[in-house]
């Protein structure tokens, strides 16, 4: 419960089925699970994987949407002692085989849907023995009523501590392979624990699950941070803005965490005010820049209920809140700067801006983000050249690059890796963004840097058009020619009709960067 001491995430299950076993922990199409009902189903779960000989340590794999059996596979693993191995859905075969092969995993449950890629990487994995059905007959697999049929529901003598992992999270794999992110007990507990105090939450959360439960903010930073309070998990397999809407009025929804591009889509929905959201508490948004415009329009629409976080696989999810009390449009216009931030690090979090050299920069000055942290990663599994690279003398390079103001606010201007250099200067496409976000006509915007014979490189601006209105490209470079230096405009304006993305909302500057490749071929 609040307050209280945790080393691993079990701990507080077994409590909450003991004092509170009556409430109902999870909500999933139709099913209710009660905290007092979800222990023993856990116990179920661990010694049915006991029994296939699996012992603490071993790595098991989910590849699926979200739903209610995707958490349970969270909190057996938490209370068994294995790793999980949390498995994007929108990848290809040849990737999920490299991923597992990598982690060893040697069980996986999939969804049916996924069961042709699943088929296809059988052979590849020689480590992969057993595999589990969620839903639904698979010729290759065994269904996961089955699996538990004949467990035992008894109390497992596996004994687990805080330096012992839980999570494997991959990378996306912008450069080279995907790394995993290896992340411990103490990790998690102390991500959730510093949470709930940051977001102000309490035992009467209700939160709501459409980001993918295999990234960290779902399943650490809102649902595990929900079980820590005693609260309840709300669960849609997918996101539809009309549908969350209709869930929040429906289920009393108080806890919301949204990329912005689902933000924005929320935002498209007519009439959307005439849903009733006066249940909500925290509207959370992070993981990508939101235009003051879109901003304003969100507020307007959950009132004073949003916050900003940022934070990363690596760090356990957020570490950073720009809170509610920020988010006020009627305030002076130098606090009005500070919506442009991510905000201060908040407890528990210890952040620096330094240089290449691992010194601290000046105030104001750009530099990359460090934090220093219990929930800082282990490190990257297997991978000891790059766990190295990303931890340096305790701290964690982020590799955002950013600056802080006097309040110690944070300013992210894009990653270490998206900056563009054009002849001697560095540009960040985050600050071409912004601009370009500013137009009425842009509904979304991303800029990544090509190739110029000229300069080495040079900015290009990926725009899709906000329906019903129009917009050329030399309209759109004129109105940055008057808000940029000249040498930060783009060189041109390619159209889209959407942007590319992770399955998360997130854009892609890599997807943008291979239709760069294309498009000189």
């Known amino acids: ?28 199409d139709g099913s209710v699970v009660t905290y007092g009902a979800l222990d023993p189903r856990l116990n179920r779960i661990v010694n049915a994987l006991s029994e296939l000989g699996l ?34 859905f929108l990848l290809k075969p040849d990737e999920l085989s490299y991923i597992l092969r990598h982690c060893g995993a040697q069980i996986i449950f999939f969804q049916p849907e996924f069961a042709e890629a699943v088929d296809a990487i059988r052979s590849s994995c020689p480590e992969l023995k057993y595999f589990i059905s969620l839903g639904g007959p ?29 999570l494997l999270v991959y990378t996306s794999g912008t450069t080279g392979q995907p790394k995993g992110v290896a992340l411990n007990h103490q990790n998690v507990c102390t991500n959730v624990i510093d949470s709930a105090r940051g977001v102000e939450l309490s035992d009467k959360t209700v939160n709501l699950n459409v980001c993918p439960l295999y990234h960290v903010a779902a399943a650490v930073f809102q649902t595990l941070t929900t079980y820590y309070l005693g609260g309840t998990s709300v669960t ?18 108080t806890y919301l965490f949204l990329v912005p591009t689902m933000l924005f889509r929320m935002l498209e929905v ?103 942290s219990d929930s800082v990663m282990v490190g990257y599994w297997r991978d000891p050249e790059n766990t ?24 992210i201007v894009g990653r270490k890796n998206d900056m563009i250099k054009r002849g001697g200067e560095k540009i960040y496409p985050q600050e071409i963004e912004e601009v370009l976000f500013d137009h009425p006509a842009v509904l979304e915007a991303a800029v990544c840097g090509v190739a110029d014979p000229d300069w080495g490189e040079s900015p290009r601006a990926y725009i899709v058009v906000r329906p019903g209105y129009q917009v050329s490209d030399k309209d759109l470079l ?31 500057r890599t997807g943008l960067q291979q239709l760069n490749v294309s498009s000189s071929n």
């Open 270 to 372: 007519p009439n959307a005010d005439r849903y009733d959201l006066s249940s909500l508490w925290r509207v959370g948004y992070g993981a990508a820049p939101m235009p003051l415009d879109r901003l304003k329009r969100a507020i307007a629409l959950f009132g004073s209920t949003l916050f900003q976080g940022y934070g990363l696989t690596e760090s356990t999810a957020n570490i950073v809140i720009l809170g509610p009390e920020i988010h006020d449009l009627s305030a002076p216009a130098q606090d009005l700067e500070r919506l442009k931030s991510c905000g201060r690090a908040h407890s528990g979090h210890e952040i620096s801006i330094m240089d290449d050299n691992g010194v601290e920069v000046p105030c104001r000055e750009i530099g990359e983000i460090c934090v220093r």
């Open 478 to 508: 004129a109105y940055c020619l008057d808000r940029l230096p000249t040498f930060k405009c783009p060189q041109d304006v390619v159209f889209l009709p959407e942007l590319p993305k992770t399955s998360s909302g997130k854009i892609t």
């Open 236 to 253: 849609l397999d997918r996101f539809d803005p009309v549908k969350v809407l209709e869930t929040i009025e429906r289920e009393k929804i």
């Open 1 to 28: 419960m609040p307050g209280q001491s945790i080393n691993t995430f079990d701990q507080i299950i077994r409590n909450n089925a003991q004092m509170i076993p009556d409430r109902i922990a999870s909500r999933f």
């Open 138 to 166: 698979v010729d290759f697999a065994w269904d996961y009523s089955s699996f538990l049929a004949d467990a035992s529901d008894k109390e497992s003598p596996v004994v687990v501590y805080g330096d012992d992992l839980l």
């Open 55 to 88: 012992a603490k340590g071993d790595r098991i794999a989910f590849l699926s949407r979200n739903s209610h059996i995707y958490i349970e596979g969270i909190l057996a693993a938490a209370r068994g002692g294995f790793v999980l191995t949390t498995l994007n």
């Open 388 to 411: 190295a690279k990303a931890i340096r003398d305790g701290w964690l390079r982020t590799a955002d690059m950013a600056y802080m103001d006097e309040e110690r606010y944070i300013f």
